[in-house]
């Protein structure tokens, strides 16, 4: 591969972990980064404006949702996600593997790639690692993901690894076809299981063709903390040091501070946005749920501390109200807090990084967490 | 009654049309005035800074829906409506009469007042014109309306007479619970389903009493245009020309247009908000259906006159796929727009008043909404 399509730089480093910038056709990033997840061409129930305002740099599409509906040609033809849903900066889009992988009986993997049947109203569709990088052209994404295939947890050695080295002959075909374009980039998967020879394996094939940066795929399917940290942990130190990493659907915010501190500088998780649509709050002091009964009456932020537009201006006893009656607002409002939650969490990371006293604030993290929502009113 | 708890000027006015500002004890709202509908103490979807950012000046409350969920007393304990909502700007709210007479078979009316169960749990309720004065005093409302019955319609002279002057003595009551505050008034409603004489015996009898200001009831209750306006046209002149007439519950955009020709200077509706929701779109030239396949690949706005974040930000198919796809985004992205498109309506009325030309602007309006949306790409 010739000069890289997005550019990264490392800006600091504190132990494993690094505090850095990636620079793409629609701008920058900082990293240690979290992708807000806009699965259909939305943040769901968020405008633009207030996915910025959560401190997002930037969102994930997700190819399949959008292959099915409304279409990478049509969106094309309407100029590109990004102008699609009027978001200008960066995007990444997956490649929709995952997804097709997690339709059981509705599909079916060959050397080829993969077909399936749209979950929508069951007309078929194939995706090969060529059309998967067509797509993600189609969409205008500024990283996108090799197809790969994510094997079910758990699953014997065997498959594991013929499963990881077709993906491997998948990735060298979708670099084959991904045309380069400055600001544009193409990312590799790790794949192989809960096996650390395998994934190390991956990691080596992948790397000697050289990709734009490197994912961690296959973890956060049900293996474990301290199994996930071991991956990471075999992972990392065979990915080149000057390419960004990412580990894929991870996580809680917990998971990502572990994970920062062991070298992952990227992430996507669609917790804080699913969470904030059933009433589930993110906190320095850990989880709330909104609907309880306790916060009927309490006038109090869903996080004191919190400089988001809904902790600013909303008490706990209105979002209350709001879960309860059903009203849509409470799906918004707390979702653009959980999503500023993460913002901030990842701004406190980086600044930890270039402080070099990331220690230090893990420790801190880990204890306020600990603490839970100690006041009651 | 003494000097109004709301203060109202009339500005301008042209043929019966009025341009005033009516004063609150939380600001000042500029008439011709569209209320925006908050029922459950949210205007569904939207923040408070983007109701504000549609141009509406007040919001409507409805104390059927706060009594049952979650309650005047716990809302007065929490600092009030506007505080819970996060609502600084006026408030109106409803007497609940509306949405109770039309529980049919869930409520009982007796000359003291009405009792009903719940829809949410089937509990029992009691309200009394004493009660609706209480709690929309407890929900802190700068503007609140007496407790009425809403004849069905039709309806028979013999049962509207005996309706209206049942009303009446509940609209004396209500006067004389109400706690007169600056900046806070009550206002009367005219009832007499569709007969002028019981109209004008209504609006004598409230005038008599003497509210803050005096609405239209009864009416968009599938009267009709001609019949609707008739009723205007009769109550009309019976009320006190330096007091605000509020017409409930309408309308579509050429239903407010004539009823501000005819002297009305306050709505509510909930079309704007509900249409949102289900893909109704309001522009200069009509309506348009978002989930309709012809705007599948539209990249206009909504409305390419419109100044709304919405059409500044988002084309059409992009709303399309929203609605096609079931995404919250779009009833907030379009509820804004309707909203947007309502106030910018309402000022242009308030416009043309101040100029003299409101003749000439409702020849326009009616001319460009005839158009329809003549551009298909």
Chains 1, 2 share one sequence.
Not at 194 to 222: H, K, N, Q, T
Not at 285 to 294: I, K, P, Q, V
């Amino acid at each position: 591969m010739s000069a890289p399509g997005v550019a990264f730089e490392v800006l600091a480093r504190d132990g494993a972990a690094r505090r850095g910038r990636l620079t793409t056709a629609h701008g920058t990033v900082n990293t240690p980064a979290f992708m807000a997840v806009g699965t259909a061409g939305s943040v769901k129930g968020l405008t633009p404006e207030e996915i910025a305002a959560t401190g997002t740099e930037i969102v994930l599409g997700n190819t399949y949702h959008l292959m099915l509906r409304p279409g990478p040609e049509r969106i094309a033809r309407l100029g590109g996600l990004h102008r699609f849903m009027s978001w200008p900066n960066p995007i990444l889009t997956d490649s929709g593997g995952y997804q097709v992988m997690s339709l059981a009986d509705l599909r079916q993997i060959t050397e080829d790639g993969v077909t399936f049947k749209s979950h929508l109203d069951g007309s078929r569709y194939a995706l090969t690692p060529e059309r998967a990088v067509e797509i993600q052209a189609l969409l205008g994404a500024d990283i996108a993901m090799v197809l790969d295939e994510c094997t079910p947890h758990p699953v014997d050695e065997g498959c594991a690894a013929e499963s990881m080295r077709r993906s491997l002959r998948w990735a060298e075909r979708s670099l084959a076809a991904f045309e380069a374009r400055p600001g544009h980039g193409l990312f590799g998967i790790v794949q192989g299981a809960m096996i650390p020879e395998l994934r190390r394996e991956s990691a080596a094939g992948l790397v000697e063709m050289g990709f734009d940066g490197y994912a961690l795929g296959g973890l956060a399917v049900g293996e474990g903390r301290e199994t996930r940290l071991q991956m990471i942990e075999e992972t990392v130190p065979a990915l080149p040091a000057e390419r960004p990493r990412y580990l894929m659907g991870v996580g809680k915010p917990a998971d990502l501070v572990e994970a920062v501190a062991r070298g992952i500088d990227m992430f996507d998780c669609v917790l804080p946005t699913r969470s904030g649509r059933t009433g589930q709050a993110f906190t320095r002091r850990g989880t709330l749920n909104m609907s309880n009964a306790r916060h009927r009456e309490d006038p109090r932020a869903v996080d004191p501390d919190c400089g988001c537009a809904t902790c600013r201006n909303h008490g706990r006893a209105y979002l209350h109200h709001l879960f309860r009656a059903g009203e849509m607002l409470g799906p918004v409002l707390l979702t653009r807090h959980n999503l500023y939650y993460y913002q901030a969490l990842m701004a406190a990371l980086r600044g930890a990084i270039q402080a070099g006293r990331l220690g230090a604030f893990i420790a801190a993290f880990e204890a306020q967490q600990a603490e839970g929502d100690l006041e009651p009113i």
